[in-house]
C-alpha cells in the first residue's frame, strides 16, 4: 500500500530545521482517541510537549482548559503556535525546546514559569522521534520527569503498542494508572490516557 492508498501525507510544515521528518494525516486524525478527554478538560492546565502547531491544544482551549505551555523544536511550528493562541484570552507560552537536552531544556526555556504540575501532560507523536535521536536514558529521565508533573493525565501516542508498552513502567512508577485505549485510527499510531492515582470503580445500577 503507499501513501495515497492508506490516507497518509506528510505535512508540508514538518520541514528541517535539520532534515526531513513527516507527520501523518490530517488535524482530525491526530485527535483520534482524544476526543473523550476533551469533555473533562475545561478549567485544566496543559503541557504540549512536541505540540508542533499547537492544533491539538487549540482544541482543548475551545473546550475550556485554563492555560496552555508548549515546546517544539521547530520554531516556524512555535511561532504559529504563538500566533493562534493569541486568539484565547488564556495564558499561553510556547518556546523552541530541543527535547533531548532532556528536562534541562526544558526548565531553561520556561524559567520559574515551568510549573510544578500541569493537569494534562500531551506526549503526542514524540516518543518514537526521540528513539532515533537519542539514547533510551535520555528519554527515561524526560518521561519520568513529565509523569511528575502530570497532576492528573498523561496522554501518549506513539507509532505502535510495543513502544507505549516501554512507557508503562515509568508511568506506573510515577503513580498513575491506564484508564483509556484507542488503535481506531488506521493513520496515526494509539494512544493511551494515564490517570494519576487509582482508577475509581464503575459504580452504576444493577
Ligand atoms: C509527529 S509530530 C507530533 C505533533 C503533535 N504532538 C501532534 O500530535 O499533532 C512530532 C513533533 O515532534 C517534534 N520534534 C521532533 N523531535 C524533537 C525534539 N528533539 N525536540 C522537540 N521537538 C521535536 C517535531 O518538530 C514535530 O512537531
Given at each position: 500500500m503507499n501513501e495515497q492508498d492508506s490516507g497518509m501525507r506528510a505535512c508540508p510544515q514538518e520541514t528541517p530545521p535539520d532534515g526531513p521528518r513527516t507527520?501523518?494525516?490530517?488535524?482530525?486524525d491526530r485527535l483520534a482517541g482524544l476526543r473523550d478527554l476533551f469533555q473533562y478538560a475545561r478549567g485544566l492546565s496543559v503541557l504540549d510537549i512536541a505540540m508542533n502547531h499547537g492544533l491539538v491544544s487549540l482544541e482543548l482551549a475551545r473546550r475550556g482548559v485554563s492555560l496552555v505551555h508548549g515546546c517544539d523544536y521547530h520554531e516556524p511550528g512555535v511561532l504559529a503556535a504563538r500566533a493562534i493562541f493569541d486568539e484565547f484570552r488564556i495564558p499561553s507560552r510556547f518556546e523552541v525546546v530541543d527535547l533531548t537536552g532532556g528536562p534541562e531544556a526544558l526548565q531553561a526555556a520556561f524559567g520559574a514559569d515551568h510549573l510544578p504540575r500541569y493537569d494534562?501532560?500531551?506526549?503526542?507523536?514524540?516518543?518514537?522521534?526521540?528513539?532515533?535521536?537519542t539514547s533510551d536514558a535520555v528519554i527515561e529521565r524526560l518521561?519520568?520527569?513529565l509523569?511528575?508533573?502530570a497532576a492528573r493525565y498523561f496522554v501518549v501516542r506513539a507509532s505502535s503498542s510495543a513502544l507505549l508498552d516501554e512507557l508503562a513502567p515509568m508511568l506506573s512508577d510515577a503513580g498513575m494508572s491506564k484508564v483509556h485505549f484507542s488503535a481506531l485510527s488506521r493513520v496515526v499510531g494509539p494512544l493511551e490516557i494515564w490517570q494519576r492515582g487509582d482508577v475509581s470503580p464503575y459504580i452504576g445500577t444493577s
Open positions: 507527520v501523518y494525516g490530517f488535524h482530525g494534562i501532560v500531551l506526549f503526542l507523536g514524540i516518543y518514537h522521534k526521540l528513539k532515533d535521536q518521561v519520568r520527569h509523569a511528575a508533573r
